[in-house]
């Protein structure tokens, strides 16, 4: 799917939160045969956060949309939409989207829960639009999350160490000018069985242990492909060429899946942003957390044209390229 932004639809506030408790590669190292050196050349992952066994997604994400809110000045009553991207809701019903509306104060908005594996962020932020858009919504909060340390095999050392947990939350509202420009999103079904959950659902499976397994150098190959191939064809949409980009904000899985992306559509590492070290894939709350730190070095900001390009199970992609509209500054 892609499609050029006609309506001016903006984020106009941004949150992000993680659990206190850090893992470290020397922490890994206790338990698994592995080491800080293996997995920083492999992933450019130094730590993670790992929530508690208390911690579900929205008591992470709680803290980061109540941010998100605050910065975009509009109080949660006001909300007619919540939608909460994960692959790791609380339970599978009630939706976490329903649970934080409740919590939130947010009686009036339409609340669920997207699934599309670590891109599901870019799949929401393109249904909040299009609810703008189409009229059916004044103001959005769209959540990106995960918690996906309650699903590894904490014994398969080709796993657990690449991911960690976090959390961000977006405003979306209509704006004068800028704002979104663009979207294309994509799946491939047929790669499905390259990071799956298998017995995690109505589909049976002898011995499915419930606990997520990935074949990582197809996992490798497809999303060096799809975040080239994505950020092109919104680029293209556009009229646009990386040149004109200010900021790129890729997923972050690994650094060196972003320095292939980044080499081949031609950004410099001053536009691209990398926090993989500091938190490892967190999924859902990856593109949010990355749009934070850069909002904090001041690389977005209003004017800015900013590319967001997600990947992930399903296996799915999405892109985005946005004008920021909102003064970040604390
Ligand atoms: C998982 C990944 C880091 C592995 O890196 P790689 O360079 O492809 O490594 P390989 O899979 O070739 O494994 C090399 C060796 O390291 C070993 N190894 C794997 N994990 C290890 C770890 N944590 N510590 C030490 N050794 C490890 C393997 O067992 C293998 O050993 P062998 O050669 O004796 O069989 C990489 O494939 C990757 O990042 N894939 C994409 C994953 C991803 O992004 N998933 C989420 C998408 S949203």
């Known amino acids: 799917m892609i499609g050029s932004a006609a309506a001016r639809v903006s984020i106009t506030g941004l949150g992000c939160n993680v659990p206190a408790k850090v893992v470290t590669n020397d922490d890994l190292s206790l338990t698994l045969d592995t080491s800080d050196e ?12 790992v929530a508690s066994q208390e911690e579900a997604l929205s008591d992470v994400a709680m803290p980061a949309c109540l941010a998100a809110l605050a910065q975009a000045g509009v109080n949660a009553a006001d909300l007619d939409l919540v939608i909460v991207a994960t692959v790791t809701p609380d ?5 976490t989207g329903a ?30 639009y299009g609810m703008l858009a189409g009229g059916l919504s004044q103001r959005a909060l769209i959540v990106g999350g995960d918690l996906l340390s309650k699903l590894l095999d904490w014994t398969d050392r080709s796993t657990c160490v690449l991911f960690g947990d976090g959390a961000g939350a977006v405003v979306l509202e209509a704006v004068d000018s800028g704002g979104f420009l663009a979207f294309e999103l994509g799946a491939d079904g047929a790669g499905g069985a390259n990071l799956w959950l298998p017995g995690s659902g109505s589909r049976h499976f002898d011995d499915p242990a419930n606990l997520l397994k990935m074949n990582g150098r197809e996992v490798f190959k497809f999303a060096t492909r799809v975040l080239v191939s994505s950020a092109e064809a919104v680029l293209d949409r556009c009229g646009l060429t990386a040149d004109d980009v200010d900021v790129y904000v890729p997923h972050q899985a690994n650094v060196r899946i972003i320095d292939h992306a980044a080499k081949k559509l031609g950004f410099p590492d001053e536009k691209v942003v990398v926090n993989v070290d500091r938190y490892g894939n967190t999924s859902s709350g990856s593109i949010p957390l990355a749009l934070q730190d850069a909002a904090a070095d001041g690389r977005v900001r209003p004017g800015r044209l900013v590319l967001m ?6 296996l799915t992609w999405g892109s985005s390229l946005i004008e920021w509209t909102k003064e970040m500054a604390a």
């Open 38 to 49: 293996w997995i920083r050349t492999r992933t450019g992952i130094r730590e993670r956060r």
């Open 91 to 95: 339970m599978t019903f009630p939706s």
């Open 99 to 128: 649970i934080l509306a409740d919590r939130l104060g947010a009686p009036d908005a339409a609340a669920y829960d997207l699934s599309a594996g670590c891109t599901g962020f870019m799949y929401a932020l393109a249904q909040g």
């Open 309 to 314: 390009t997600g990947m992930g199970a399903g």
